[in-house]
């Protein structure tokens, strides 16, 4: 009985430990995504609107960095787990 119970707290431990490197893995990617599109758009706003300086690269990159964190805040505070697409 003793080993059943230990064997299925392994499996639980299995299946969270899946879970979280799943979030991780969406977190991380999203983050790497979001911050890559503030740079696009602040070298853009650079090369256009303020004669190739660099505070819009700096700020379009501060943007997508914490957007990224935002929703990974809320990807980790979910309690449903990880959000699903409706394709």
């Not at 650079?46 to 809320?74: Q, T």
Request: net charge positive.
């Amino acid at each position: 009985m003793a080993e059943q119970q230990q064997h299925d707290q392994l499996q639980v431990t299995a299946a969270n430990k899946s879970i979280l490197n799943d979030k991780w893995d969406v977190v991380l990617s999203n983050l790497l995504v979001k911050s890559g599109l503030g740079f696009g758009v602040g070298v853009v706003a650079s090369v256009l609107l303020f004669k190739r300086r660099a505070f819009p690269v700096w700020l379009g990159v501060g943007f997508g960095l914490g957007r990224g964190y935002a929703e990974g805040d809320a990807i980790f505070r979910s309690a449903a787990g990880l959000r699903t697409s409706k394709a």
